[in-house]
């Protein structure tokens, strides 16, 4: 799988297609898969080509965000953290508690969602995915020497 790599922006005239139309049920049926994630973009699934689309499991149901850029964020916080490949060494890292973003539906239309909290830090994380950025770009220089040992002596034990 190749997590450093930018999802390419859909063009104009990709909207309302039956392939794009396609690729937004994909997605909406694998991030079923996962319980415990509310956020899934094509560069997690190593889709190719891997399209700027993301879903958004909310609790009226899954939307598809397609070329989302982040408009505005504020009141930022420090919280636990992990990612799935290293699940078991969380690290403290900072998330913005609100945050608006702009999207195109899978039919073209523009629109914008307000999100708060844990929404903000899953559809932000979502966004840096689709942005070529993994875990480790967050994590502070000074504190990931220290971070990817305690993930080596987690592999040694047979928890990562």
């Known amino acids: 799988m190749r997590l450093r ?28 898969y996962f319980e415990n994630v509310d956020v899934l973009a094509t560069t997690q699934l190593d889709f190719d080509p891997a399209w700027r ?13 397609c070329n989302p850029r982040i ?3 504020a009141d930022e916080s420090l919280e636990l953290s992990a ?7 969380p690290e403290r890292l900072s998330f913005p508690r609100k945050l608006t973003v702009e999207f195109r539906r ?6 914008e969602v307000e ?3 844990s929404g903000a ?14 875990f480790l770009d967050r994590i502070h220089t000074f504190a990931k020497g ?12 047979g928890r990562a």
């Open 5 to 32: 790599r930018r999802a390419t922006e859909l063009p104009a005239d990709a909207f309302g297609t039956p392939q794009i139309r396609e690729l937004g049920e994909l997605l909406a049926e694998a991030i079923g």
């Open 53 to 65: 689309m993301l879903v958004l499991r909310t609790p009226r149901g899954n939307s598809i965000l």
């Open 71 to 73: 408009r505005s964020h």
């Open 83 to 89: 990612c799935a490949s290293f699940a078991c060494v």
């Open 106 to 111: 899978l039919d073209g239309k523009r629109e």
């Open 115 to 117: 999100c708060g909290a």
């Open 121 to 134: 830090r899953a559809v932000w994380q979502g966004i840096e995915s689709l942005d070529g950025k993994i």
């Open 146 to 157: 220290p971070f990817l040992r305690k993930v080596r002596i987690q592999r040694t034990r």
